[in-house]
């Protein structure tokens, strides 16, 4: 099975018993290497992406019978990539909690201790400023800035209108200049 068929062909291909799990690698094979970017920059940590990313793809496995393709394939597995992702940093979060009241730097300091951290580069300064903004405006901003999302592909995803995405992009992009003009 050629690994970038149409999602309409994968689907049906899905629906089929006789090649359900050859169409689903497809799937997995097509879509992996993206997902695993945007919920990397979400989550930081490599380990923590694969474990996230694995959830995923075990969601879609589940919930691939009742997809009605009233969005695309993609659109929907970046949704539940999000939704688990935001899920993933609040069970961090709540452990954390419970072991030392909640550090809010946390995911700065776990750039900062990466092996390949050079605070002299731009990609970790960019990274360090990305960490400092609100959870949902880091979300939108990885979105728009490094998946260069469109607006209305991004309302569909979080269900937020366009003009709010808008204006929390443009004060996310503020804050992200600041950090990297003072830092």
């Not at 380990?47 to 394939?73: M, P, T």
């Not at 900062?112 to 903004?133: G, T």
């Amino acid at each position: 099975m050629e690994q970038f068929q149409s999602d309409e062909s994968l689907l049906a291909l899905f629906r089929n018993p006789n090649t359900k799990e050859q169409a689903f690698t497809a799937i997995v094979n097509k879509y992996k290497e993206r997902l695993y970017w945007h919920i990397r920059r979400m989550v930081i940590i490599h380990e923590d992406a694969d474990d996230v990313l694995q959830n995923v793809f075990i969601k879609a496995w589940k919930g691939l019978d009742r997809f009605r393709e009233e969005s695309g394939l993609y659109t929907w597995l970046y949704r539940i990539s999000t939704n688990e992702s935001i899920t993933h940093l609040q069970n961090q979060k709540k452990k954390k909690a419970i072991v030392a009241f909640g550090n809010e730097q946390d995911l700065t300091e776990q750039i900062r201790a990466d092996p390949h951290f050079d605070p002299n580069k731009i990609e970790w300064k960019l990274q360090l400023a990305i960490q400092q903004l609100p959870e949902q405006q880091r979300l939108i901003f990885n979105l728009r800035y490094f998946d260069e999302m469109p607006y209305q592909k991004m309302s569909t995803i979080l269900g937020v209108t366009e003009g709010a995405l808008k204006a929390s992009y443009h004060h996310a992009a503020k804050k992200v200049e600041n950090y990297l003009r003072n830092s």
